[in-house]
């Protein structure tokens, strides 16, 4: 991480997009518990790390600056996969229904993912648009990222849990 570079906060958010996708094309082709597991778990560190840096730095800079619904939106989607991300956690391999909990989830992923880099009018087309320091928002968001890779790194556990929704059974 520390040698990597990003020209601005897309391209940081755009490099995360483009390892998650790897992580789950890994996941899709492993035939082991423990590796799917592992890849589970990577890729829902990886994605509540973005998750974190985009609704706590990235979305609030646009806020007022891009299309209001585009914003809302994209925190909607964020809630409905920190619940699959909670759900994913909690389980293992020999539970029913997990692999077809990442598989949904890639799948939110990818389509959230194409909302924001569509060409003209995705967010990052409007933010591009936008009276906004891309570079300085980078150099926040890449700090940030960090002290939340070093916490997941030092505790051995994903960093702290994005907000969710906690579903009870009825």
Same mark, same amino acid.
């Given at each position: 991480?520390?040698?990597?570079?990003?020209?601005?906060?897309?391209?940081?958010?755009?490099?995360?997009?483009?390892?998650?996708?790897?992580?789950?094309?890994?996941?899709?082709?492993?035939?082991?518990?423990? /590796?799917?597991?592992? @890849?589970?778990? &990577? !890729?829902?560190?990886?994605?509540?790390?973005?998750? #974190?840096?985009? *609704?706590?730095? $990235?979305?609030?800079?646009?806020?007022?600056?891009?299309?209001?619904?585009?914003?809302?939106?994209?925190?909607?989607?964020?809630?409905?996969?920190?619940?699959?991300?909670?759900?994913?956690?909690?389980?293992?391999?020999?539970?029913?229904?997990?692999?077809? /909990?990442?598989?949904? @989830?890639?799948? &939110? !992923?990818?389509?959230?993912?194409?909302?924001?880099? #569509?060409?003209? *009018?995705?967010? $990052?087309?409007?933010?591009?648009?936008?009276?906004?320091?891309?570079?300085?928002?980078?150099?926040?968001?890449?700090?940030?990222?960090?002290?939340?890779?070093?916490?997941?790194?030092?505790?051995?556990?994903?960093?702290?849990?994005?907000?969710?929704?906690?579903?009870?059974?009825?």
């Amino acid at each position: 991480m520390a040698t990597e570079t990003y020209t601005d906060a897309i391209a940081l958010l755009k490099a995360d997009h483009r390892k998650v996708e790897g992580l789950f094309e890994q996941f899709e082709s492993a035939t082991s518990s423990s /590796k799917k597991q592992s @890849l589970a778990r &990577e !890729i829902c560190t990886e994605l509540k790390i973005h998750t #974190m840096i985009e *609704e706590e730095i $990235f979305y609030p800079a646009f806020r007022g600056k891009i299309e209001d619904d585009t914003l809302d939106e994209a925190y909607v989607e964020h809630d409905g996969a920190k619940v699959l991300i909670n759900d994913i956690e909690a389980g293992s391999p020999d539970d029913d229904f997990y692999d077809a /909990k990442v598989k949904v @989830l890639s799948e &939110e !992923i990818k389509h959230h993912v194409h909302e924001e880099e #569509m060409p003209s *009018e995705g967010m $990052f087309a409007q933010c591009r648009k936008a009276d906004a320091d891309l570079v300085a928002l980078r150099d926040q968001m890449l700090a940030r990222k960090q002290e939340l890779l070093a916490q997941a790194k030092a505790s051995g556990l994903p960093p702290a849990q994005p907000k969710a929704v906690n579903l009870v059974a009825a």
